[in-house]
């Protein structure tokens, strides 16, 4: 199964993928993000994705720096 992660700026953003998603559950990374994790599936493809809302500003960018791997 493949695997993605997807970090949104805003809520709006956060809820337009998280209602593509199957078997979502929360779960908690070591550094203390909140994330929600679920199962995206298009024909024979299968998808682990992991969903954050990180909010406006370079938090993206951030995160990547540090390296953090939600799974």
């Known amino acids: 199964m493949s ?3 997807i970090l ?4 709006i953003e956060y809820m337009a993928v998280r209602v593509h998603l199957s078997d979502l559950r929360e779960e908690m990374h070591p550094n203390g993000t909140i994330y929600e994790r679920g199962k995206f ?3 024979s493809q299968k998808w682990e994705v992991g969903i954050v ?6 938090s993206c960018s951030d995160r990547s720096r ?3 791997r939600l799974f």
Do not use: H, M, Q, W
Not at 8 to 11: C, E, G, N, V
Not at 53 to 58: D, I, L, Q, S
């Open 41 to 43: 599936s298009i024909g």
């Open 8 to 11: 949104t700026a805003i809520r």
């Open 66 to 68: 540090k390296g953090d």
């Open 3 to 5: 695997c993605a992660v």
């Open 53 to 58: 809302e990180t909010g406006a500003g370079n």
